[in-house]
């Protein structure tokens, strides 16, 4: 009877090691400074999301009932598996309060990652933000907004977020250097097959960020907004072309007006939401940025 109980305790005791360890980051890398928010951040992949990134605050210590992360799920450019080319953007988001998880595994310094990525994967990572927020033996027990999730991504990564917007529990969207398509036959192999009556399956608040004329996905861009009419949306253009600002430090102004938007939708923040809101709104005084908006006061 003794030697069962002891194999019994010893069972027990790797089965609860390995469901910690199975929350545990296995290699944790900080971008630039950590972030120019309140909150320096870091990034990994967990153990029990493979598949993704997350970005999020080194010390969760003060997040809890008062005080709660909202998350935001991304997906790359080029339907690319690897948010390789947005960790500067990413990481400066997430240091202003927001769990941020990314579409491909952490990518390492000197490579560029491989695959592609689909859509399902951003609801992967919704639905894996929620099983954490009820998992007691998660950083995150207890410590995440899931009634604040927004969704976002770039050029196909943006497709992807239009693709997985309807979803009910999606909160707002914010969709960059991306449109539908005007002929979906167009797009390169993976990109989502969507077309333009898709856009009146949006519920949320929508915002666009633009790279000007001289970005490949302007016209797409500016044809969606155009058909949004039955909900807020936003459409601010920097004359960047295609590649944005990601890649500069913090993620450069795309950052700054994708952190405000998220501030104001997610946290409630009504001094971030002065960049879109009022005539004029607050990013129509900045002269590097063109916007326009519709059924946003």
Known sequence: MRKNHFKMLILSAVIYSNAMYAQQPAIVRIIEDGGTGSYSAIMYTNNSLPTHTIFRPKDLSTFGKQNKLPV???????????????????????????????????????????????????????????????????????????????????????????????????????ICNSGILGNPSNGFPGMPNLTKEYLQKLHTPTLYILGGEKDIAYGNGMDDFSKIN????????????????????????????????????????????????????????????KVDKKRIP
């Open 72 to 174: 935001i799920a991304w997906g790359n450019g080029a339907c690319a598996n690897s948010p390789r080319e947005h960790v500067n953007f990413l990481s400066e988001v997430a240091s202003y309060g927001f769990l941020v998880i990314a579409i491909g595994p952490m990518p390492k310094e000197d490579e560029r990652g491989g695959g592609k990525s689909t859509s399902s994967q951003m609801t992967d990572a919704i639905n894996w933000a929620i099983a954490q927020n009820s998992n007691k033996n998660s950083p995150f027990y207890n410590k995440l907004d899931i009634s604040k999730i927004a969704v976002s991504g770039m050029s196909c990564g943006g497709l992807q977020t239009i693709e997985t917007a309807p979803d009910p529990r999606v909160t707002t969207a914010v």
């Open 230 to 289: 039955h909900v807020p949306v936003f459409v601010a253009n920097m004359d960047v072309g295609h590649g944005g600002t990601y890649g500069q430090p913090h993620g450069g102004e795309f950052a700054k007006v994708a952190t405000a938007w998220f501030k104001w939708q997610l946290k409630g923040d009504v001094e971030s939401g002065k960049m879109f809101t009022g005539n004029p709104c607050g990013l129509s005084k900045n002269p590097i940025w």
